[in-house]
């Protein structure tokens, strides 16, 4: 059950596919008492056998004859109904168009989708966002509509069961973009995509989805000054967001789990040689504040989600004595901040009882976290434009917590956050450049749990 875990909170914080066959029946999987599963073969009959053909049984066979590993294929309900298996998804996600002079950007996606076997399904999406052309220093927007097909990996290997933890959905499909700009009015162009839903069963009827998509796009600006092939370049989406179930067949049963409450707030610094080269600030200068909230659900001894909002800042530029402006002025000594108004979502996984290096009622634990960040930077510049730039980014950290009380617990909690946006490069340039801000904090916080709210 445990490797199961592990699985499970790397797919939600690498977003990438794993082997989704060995299934927990206390943990992935609320089993519906309709269910097509074979029956355990009864004692006193396997008694009866001679122990030659027992032995020549389990050689051949092995476990995939005891009953945890048989499939589970619960009912497909299907209905005649407009809304038979029926849902919405809402995704917003980082995009990168990889060019040469193009930065990333926020994207929303909406989708409708319908499951039409318990093996195959659709959904139709439209999405739109922008991004900058560096060069000019122009914001790019983009509008695109994509039809993808779906397929149910995970059931389709371990049987299909609407209350499983989390599962996984190949899809591929074709769809058509349109970019713009002030200056270019683009025509609509085709796309091809591929990518993989991680959908995550957090409540009846609503599931987290991590979606990484690529895609083939045509850049429909048609400028002369891009050399890529008949306009066409790569991109991808990294999204998170909900699916939603219009059908109240599907919408399975709670998988159960404790409520949490964080608080945490601790020092902030950026780690980078922008911060080191160009801007001369010293760290001493430059430690600001990180405060946060948050609210989880654990699900089991070595699993759980974490949502947290928060704000948090440091001195990014700093103006030392003697300095000037363009025009020889001479400026005042200051400093000036860079804010981030932050949301997080986090896979946690308890790494001492992931490989049962401590006992359950342990007081210490060490865990891993790990997941996207969302939110808008904000950074004060005195020689240019103040910086405004929504971003989807990736933030990590280890967690040492100790539990003193019931239900109470201390915990530190060093982080670093990857967050990219792109900016004017020099005092007086209209160029674009992107640059990626290393944030680093080391928080201290409380942890106050509810028990008694498993399913």
């Not at 809402?90 to 989708?113: C, D, H, M, R």
């Not at 789990?257 to 911060?275: E, I, R």
């Not at 800042?313 to 363009?326: A, P, V, Y």
């Amino acid at each position: 059950m445990k490797r199961t875990v592990a699985y499970i909170a790397i797919a939600l914080l690498l977003a990438v596919s794993i082997n989704g066959r060995a299934q927990s029946d206390t943990l992935n999987r609320i089993q519906a008492p309709d269910t097509l599963a074979t029956a355990p073969v009864d004692s006193a009959a396997v008694a009866v056998v001679d122990t030659t053909a027992v032995m020549v049984q389990e050689s051949l066979i092995g476990y995939k004859m005891q009953s945890r590993y048989r499939p589970v294929n619960q009912p497909f309900v299907e209905d005649k109904g407009f809304f038979s298996n029926m849902f919405i998804m809402l995704v917003g996600s980082g995009y990168k168009q990889f060019a040469e002079n193009y930065s990333n950007g926020p994207y929303i996606t909406s989708s409708l989708g319908k499951w039409f076997t318990k093996w195959h399904g659709a959904k139709l999406s439209t999405g739109v966002g922008y991004f900058w052309d560096n060069y000019t220093a122009t914001r790019v927007w983009m509008a695109d509509t994509r039809l993808s097909y779906m397929f149910n990996l995970t059931g389709y290997v371990d049987g299909y069961d609407p209350n499983r933890l989390v599962e996984f959905y190949p899809l591929a499909g074709l769809g058509l973009a349109l970019n713009w700009d002030s200056d270019n009015v683009g025509s609509v162009g085709p796309s091809a995509h591929i990518g993989l839903d991680v959908n995550m069963h957090i409540f009846p009827g609503i599931d987290l989805v991590v979606e990484p998509i690529f895609e083939l796009q045509n850049d429909s600006r048609n400028l002369v000054r891009m050399d890529i092939w008949r306009n066409y370049l790569f991109a991808a989406h990294m999204g998170y967001g909900l699916r939603i179930f219009l059908d109240p067949n599907r919408f399975g049963a709670d998988p159960g789990g404790d409520w949490f409450f964080t608080l945490s707030s601790g020092p902030q610094l950026q780690f980078s040689s922008f911060l080191i080269n160009e801007n001369r600030i010293r760290f001493s200068k430059a430690i600001g504040d990180a405060s946060m909230f948050g609210v989880g659900r654990r699900y089991s001894d070595t699993f759980a989600l974490r949502a947290q909002l928060g704000y948090s800042w440091h001195f990014w530029k700093e103006i030392r004595e003697g300095e000037t402006d363009e025009y020889d002025t001479p400026l005042p000594p200051a400093r000036f901040r860079s804010s981030y108004f932050v949301g997080r979502l986090e896979g946690v996984v308890d790494v001492l009882r992931l490989f049962n290096l401590v006992e359950e009622d342990n007081p210490f634990s060490v865990s891993l976290l790990g997941g996207p960040e969302i939110g808008v930077l904000y950074k004060k510049d005195p020689y240019y434009k103040d910086i405004v730039y929504p971003y989807v980014g990736f933030t990590v950290a280890p967690q040492a917590k100790y539990t003193f009380a019931h239900g109470i617990s201390v915990f530190v909690e060093p982080r670093v956050s990857i967050v990219p946006y792109s900016a004017y490069a020099f005092m007086t340039s209209t160029v674009n450049r992107n640059y990626y801000d290393g944030v680093v904090s080391l928080s201290l916080g409380v942890e106050y749990r509810l028990f008694g709210n498993k399913q």
